[in-house]
């Protein structure tokens, strides 16, 4: 796991550790905790030299270290590898199973299974699934061609193919286009359609075991989002079209029998590297 970073924003007359106690991060650890690692000498700055508690905070600066690791429940799923080569490792991600850590998900997340796996801090991720969605994950080997492999992503050059199951009933066109504006605040579970410019633009086709999803864009959340707004709501989706609680807390108590039925099928891009064309697909449903 990546050490934590944190961009002291205290003003200069506070200490570092009071520039650290207001971050949510510093928070998290404590002060006992951010003691313990600085006596230890873990906690740095960016060139590495340890950073004192006591000495005066400069706003801009960070400072990084390692929280403790929380207490998780296992996933009981395999992390399949697809693809593997000098630059790319390609996986079908279980449901439940987070792309990288981030809060109270850490050891259980694909990056770190492939960074223990294969014994390489290097891996990274080119793009992120959600948590709760199955399917084509795909990660950089080299540091060299992260940049390249993400811009993809970030640039739209990559055709995404997902399929899911759905509850409700269809009352629109074997295949229809929806385009809106999502947005998500930060602290809200759920992101939100709203007025404006649209943002957001799938295009959805009904098919005999469910549906294929196909995003022109990548915001959080969309094809749940766009797949309650037509009245076909994802199956087991614990977000949308409310909030359930009762079922978003099942994977928490080690119950993982009602997956979110929604999985990345298939990525297709040219390589930026070779030019050559490229397609992974998974085998989940």
């Known amino acids: 796991m990546d050490a934590t970073r944190v961009v002291l924003r205290a003003e200069a007359t506070t200490t570092v550790a009071d520039a650290l106690l207001a971050s949510s991060q510093g928070a998290e650890v404590g002060v006992e905790g951010l003691a313990v690692r600085s006596d230890a000498g873990e906690l740095v700055d960016l060139d590495g030299r340890p950073v004192r508690l006591d000495e005066p905070s400069r706003p801009g600066a960070a400072v990084f270290f390692y929280r403790d690791l929380p207490d998780e429940v296992p996933i009981p799923f395999d992390l399949e590898i697809l693809h593997d080569d000098d630059d790319l490792i390609v996986v079908d991600k279980p449901h439940f199973l987070a792309t990288m850590p981030r809060g109270r998900h850490v050891t259980q997340t694909a990056l770190v299974r492939l960074r223990r796996e294969y014994g390489d801090d290097d891996i990274a991720p080119a793009h992120r699934l959600d948590r709760l969605t199955a399917g084509v994950l795909m990660f950089t080997r080299r540091p060299q061609v992260r940049t390249a492999y993400q811009e993809l992503f970030a640039s739209r050059r990559v055709r995404k193919t997902y399929w899911a199951a759905a509850d ?114 998974s085998r989940r449903r």
């Open 168 to 281: 409700g009933q269809w009352e629109h066109a074997d295949r229809v286009r929806v385009a809106n504006r999502i947005e998500k605040t930060a602290g809200d579970l759920r992101a939100l359609v709203v007025d404006g410019e649209p943002n957001a633009v799938s295009t959805i086709a009904r098919t005999d075991d469910g549906f294929t999803l196909l995003p022109e864009t990548g915001r959080t959340h969309q094809l749940r989002v766009h797949m309650a707004g037509l009245g076909v709501p994802i199956q087991n989706d614990p977000l949308y079209p409310q909030v359930r609680p009762e079922l978003a807390e099942l994977p928490d108590h080690g119950d993982f029998s009602r997956p979110l039925r929604l999985v990345a099928t298939s990525l297709e891009f040219d390589d930026p590297l070779t030019g050559r064309s490229r397609r992974f697909r």
